[in-house]
């Protein structure tokens, strides 16, 4: 028997799981296990592992403190910037009146894989609503397997204090991409 790892990543752990629970069935088969209960066990815990990469996506996406809404993994692309061009992705609709947010033009990268931007919804802007000042669109980008990206996305509804470091976050890279435009200008 294989020598099981006690941490594994979460796509080890269910790779394990399942060829344990193949094997088990393939020496005794389901006739010859006197318990069914081991087995019933086995197949909660590879339901639980299929969860855990979308588990630990929600975790890093969506810290706490924080009000998050709409959270959805996409699975199975090859190009890492398919968030940002596929509309099923990339399109998400206000949590208040359900019309398509209109993203704003600067992307904040926050850490090595997650980026987010403030989202607008052009019905609920200034009417007072837990919206009107805006949505945050978070995105978080993963590649579990080496050659397929996932992408975790959410809506976090920001307070007074997260829309200022946004509004000055935001000034700082405007700020960077013209000072960059100028010093490619002048090579």
């Known amino acids: 028997m294989k020598q099981i790892e006690k941490h594994p990543a979460p796509e080890k752990l269910l790779q394990q799981i399942t060829e344990?629970?193949?094997n088990a069935l393939a020496l005794g088969g389901p006739d010859k296990i006197?318990?069914?209960?081991p087995m019933e066990a086995g197949v909660k815990l590879i339901a639980k592992a299929w969860g855990v990469p979308r588990?630990?996506?929600?975790?890093?996406?969506?810290?706490a403190p924080g009000e998050y809404r709409d959270f959805e993994v996409f699975h199975g692309y090859v190009e890492q910037y398919a968030w940002r061009t596929d509309p099923k992705i990339y399109t998400m609709n206000c949590p208040e009146c359900g019309t398509a947010l209109t993203p704003d033009d600067v992307w904040l990268k926050k850490g090595s894989?997650?980026?987010y931007t403030l989202s607008r919804c052009p019905h609920c802007a200034g009417s007072g609503n837990a919206v009107?000042?805006?949505?945050?669109q978070r995105y978080?980008?993963?590649r579990r397997d080496g050659l397929h990206w996932s992408f975790a996305r959410c809506l976090q509804l920001p307070d007074e204090a997260l829309l200022a470091r946004w509004n000055k976050q935001r000034a700082a890279q405007?700020?960077?991409l013209k000072n960059?435009?100028?010093?490619?200008?002048?090579n």
């Open 20 to 22: 344990e629970a193949i």
């Open 34 to 37: 006197g318990d069914e209960a």
């Open 55 to 63: 588990e630990s996506l929600q975790a890093s996406l969506c810290p």
């Open 113 to 115: 894989n997650s980026w």
């Open 132 to 136: 009107s000042g805006g949505v945050f």
């Open 140 to 142: 978080k980008l993963a």
């Open 174 to 176: 405007l700020e960077r």
């Open 180 to 186: 960059r435009a100028e010093k490619s200008a002048e």
